[in-house]
Every structure is written in C-alpha cells, then in structure tokens.
C-alpha cells in the first residue's frame, strides 16, 4: 500500500510539475509570437493554447514510464490535437459525421487526420500492451475512444480537467501501472486548472486528447476483458451521441 502510494504520487507530482513548467515557459516565450497561441473561447474572451501542448507533453512522459509504448500513443494524440488546433481552427465543422462526410466528397479535413491519427495510434499502442488479438482492438478503442470524450466535453473553462480528475481517481486505487497512468494524467490536469478555470488559457485539443488518451491507458492497463468491452461500449455510444454529451458538459453550473 504504501509502495504504491509513494509510485502514484510520485507519477502525479512528476506531470503536474511538467506541466506547470511547460505553461510558464510556453506563457513567456510564446514560439512564433502570441497571436499564433491565441483563440477566443465560448465567452468571446481571448485566451491562450498554452495548457494543450504543456498537458500533453507531461501526459506522455508520465505515461512513458509506465509503458514507454502508451506514452507514444499519448504524444500522438496530442500532435494530432494540435493539427487541428492550428489547421481546422476556422473550421466550423463538428463532430464524425461532418468530417467523414467531408472524406466522402474528396476533402480530407483536419478533423479527419485527426480522427484517423488518433484511433491509428490507440489501435497500435493496444497492440503492445495486450496479447490477444480481440483485447488488442478493445485496448485501442479504448485509448481513442477516452481521447475523443475528453475532447466531447472541453466546451467550458474546466470541464475536461474535472473530467480527467473524476474519472481518473478510481484508478488510483487499483494495484499495477494503471494507477500511475492515472496518476500521470490527473496531475497534468490539475497543474493547469486554475488557469483554466480562470479562462486565462485553454486545453484545446492538443491537452484535451491527450489527457483522454492517458486516461485511455489507465483503463487497459486496470482492466481485463469484460472490462475493456464494457468501457469500449460506453465510449463508442458517447462518440455516437457526441453532440448531447457536449451539451451535457455545457450545462454543468
């Protein structure tokens, strides 16, 4: 118990320094000038993407220490994120149907390298981390599948930092690497919070899919088989009715 207090602990005060770290020094320097950084969010306020790259830096290399495979699976979400946050910034489309409607016409949208990118990853990572072959697809549906939900609910200054934080808290309390690939993530996400919550920056899809992905590996790395099937479902049916659980999220005081 105490062994696997002081591992969890360390994991979540490794990410949150990072990511503590990554937001400063991001905030300061602001690479290519700060209009490339800045966006305005749901209140018409501007705020910076610096949480997105810091979070998904700290989530993968907490991850890494686990699995270093899950922790590329992590950087890889969030890159993808990142793509979209730079490309599809002006692009009003949401959601999978829109962009795989848009693949359908010839136009491949910054959603859909994204959607692509993220389940390729997902798909690999479970490839590593389990052994048989159905485990492997429900392990990479999984990590994708958390990846995307995150995102779902980042429509609001904090809503997909208290995600990570409820949703990774039960993980602390299983035995083995799950917990400190829970640890990682909920200490990445609580080092930006504030600033979150205080709409001086913002996720963006870069953290937002990259804390989900290392959420994504907790849960492989926690559960067996009747586990991964059933968070496997849930993820897909919230992936199917994205646009209720983003309102959902929009509607928490």
Known sequence: MITRARRTGSSFALAAALARTGLTALRTTAPGGRERWERKNHAGRTVGLYAGPACALAAAVGTARVRPAAGVAVLVAGACGAYDDRVGAEDPRRGFRAHLSALRGGEVTSGTVKLLGISAAGLAAGAVLRERPLDKVL??????????????????????????????????????????????AMGAAAAVL????????????????????????????????????????????????????SEAARSLV
Not at 145 to 167: E, I, S, T
Not at 214 to 219: H, I, N, P
Request: aromatic fraction near 2%; hydrophobic fraction near 55%; charged fraction near 15%.
């Open 194 to 245: 504030p600033d979150d919550l205080g709409e001086r920056t913002m996720l963006g899809d870069t953290g937002a899919h990259a804390l989900g992905a290392a959420l994504g590996v907790a849960v492989v790395a926690g559960n067996g088989r009747a586990g991964l099937a059933a968070h496997a479902v849930a993820l897909l049916a919230a992936a199917v009715c994205g646009e209720k659980v």
């Open 139 to 184: 392990a990479g549906v999984v990590i994708a599948g958390a990846a995307h939900f995150v995102n779902l609910v980042d429509v609001r200054p904090g809503r997909a930092g208290a995600v990570v934080l409820a949703l990774g808290a039960p993980g602390l309390l299983r035995e083995g690497p799950g917990a400190e690939t829970a640890a990682a």
